[in-house]
């Protein structure tokens, strides 16, 4: 038997996944909740095999309940399952521990599949899932690494944050933005301001869902 959770703050679809994964006398879904805090919580009564758990969500997102998990507990693995395909969200998420990907246009039997994969203690991505791309996505990060401003920043431009309202947002001189925008040119080896934005949208757009 698999006991899995799932993490989904949209409650059609988190029940809609319950009904179908139900269906296999395998799998029982022990738990939901509607963000990684809540799921933590749960966590803490019940013990799954599996966590499904979307990306994007409010009061704790799946990156940073995927990392806590993966910190905490040693035998829980996790599934994201997201709408996002961008090679950034993908990475963020392997980054973070996760044990499989799954998109959420996907038919609903390869989610199956890489729950019973990922049960048996292997890793499983999504076939639509181009892995190259991801895996070129890592090489360009391991040009030269972003400080943790930078980050900061460049997820405010993904959000479509100007300079002058990052500097408000992040209380520091405009000029100190353009400044971190030009070395965050120059360490990912981009064009300009445009190259700069359309990197941000792939790696972190998903936050301005």
Do not use: W
Not at 55 to 69: A, D, F, H, Q, S
Not at 94 to 103: Q, R, T
């Amino acid at each position: 038997m698999i006991f899995i959770t799932i993490t989904e703050d949209h409650i059609s679809l988190s029940d809609g996944l319950k009904v179908f994964l139900e269906q296999d006398s395998n799998i029982e879904i022990i738990g939901n909740a509607p963000n990684g805090k809540e799921m933590l919580e749960m966590l803490k009564f019940v013990k799954p095999q599996v966590v499904l758990t979307d990306i994007n969500m409010p009061v704790m997102n799946g990156v940073e309940l995927c990392k806590t998990i993966k910190s905490t507990f040693d035998n829980i693995k996790v599934i994201a399952l997201s709408m996002y395909d961008n090679p950034g969200a993908i990475k963020e998420m392997i980054d973070a521990g996760a044990d499989g990907y799954v998109l959420k246009i996907s038919p609903l039997t390869e989610l199956k599949k890489a729950i019973e994969t990922v049960a048996a203690g292997n890793s499983y991505f999504d076939t639509a899932i181009d892995l190259t791309e991801v895996h070129k996505k890592e090489n360009v990060d391991d040009k030269q690494s972003l400080s943790r401003s930078e980050t900061e920043i460049l997820k405010l431009i993904a959000i479509g944050k100007t300079s002058a309202e990052i500097a408000e947002e992040r209380q520091t001189a405009v000029s100190t933005v353009v400044k971190h925008r030009k070395n965050m040119i120059h360490k990912l080896q981009l064009e300009g301001k445009n190259e700069l934005y359309k990197y941000a949208l792939q790696r972190y757009g998903h936050y301005n869902q």
